[in-house]
């Protein structure tokens, strides 16, 4: 592997309505050109040899879009769970799950398990799906769990604090990415991309193809990373 590759590669997939709105497309056929594309770039990473992604589908947030869009996702996602699942088991990718699935529909929810359930002991590239999350509310919980264990302060350190996270036992995020031109967080693994390369893109996340991916590799490869050093 190249040095200072990326090992864990995470991605705010934002544009899909942007370039529905421009096709004179509806909203929903946005987010299905955004949903095709994240499988070839889940593809791409892993040839490249990156060993986890974590992808920004649904925020906390996203629930006060209008009540017909969010409907139509979560259909839209139920159908693409079940699918793409079955396309990532045999490519013998792991499924991860980040966030909250006590709002969704008892049918998402059962698909988001079966699919967790069925990739566990896959080999290749884990990709995570953060759906119905929210980097305040995953600290918000941890620090909940550490309460309700009765931990005193002495046994909490970084390291350990990170076990509480969903993303626990997983590296932290070396390159993020963010698609749609917007130079913002949006509230997305917020613990774990302290030390991050931030990489911005005007390309609509439909767009965004695997020759965009290369050249945010190209410009993780060629910063240096101090870790707060001098």
Do not use: C
Not at 80 to 86: G, T
Not at 115 to 136: C, E, Q, S
Request: net charge neutral; hydrophobic share 40%; glycine share 6%.
């Amino acid at each position: 592997m190249e040095q200072h590759f990326p090992k864990h590669v995470a991605i705010i997939m934002d544009g899909n309505r942007r370039w529905a709105e421009q096709r004179r497309l509806s909203r929903i056929e946005g987010h299905r050109a955004g949903a095709s594309n994240a499988l070839e770039i889940i593809k791409y990473l892993d040839s490249r040899g990156v060993s986890y992604v974590t992808l920004y589908s649904f925020s906390t947030e996203n629930w006060n879009r209008p009540a017909e869009e969010v409907s139509e996702l979560m259909r839209m996602l139920e159908q693409y769970v079940e699918k793409e699942s079955h396309k990532l088991d045999k490519l013998g990718f792991r499924i991860n799950h980040l966030g909250r699935t006590d709002r969704l529909s008892a049918k998402l929810t059962k698909a988001i398990e079966n699919a967790v359930a069925k990739t566990r002991f896959n080999t290749g590239i884990a990709v995570n799906f953060a759906f119905d999350y929210g980097g305040r509310t995953e600290i918000t919980e941890a620090v909940k769990q550490i309460i309700s264990l009765g931990l005193k302060p002495d046994d909490i350190s970084e390291d350990s604090f990170a076990n509480y996270l969903n993303t626990a036992h997983m590296p932290d995020v070396d390159l993020l990415v963010r698609t749609g031109g917007e130079l913002r967080l949006s509230n997305f693994l917020l613990w774990q991309i302290a030390y991050s390369e931030l990489y911005f893109s005007p390309v609509l996340w439909p767009d965004f193809n695997t020759g965009e991916m290369a050249m945010a590799l190209s410009a993780f490869m060629q910063r240096e990373r101090r870790f707060g050093g001098d």
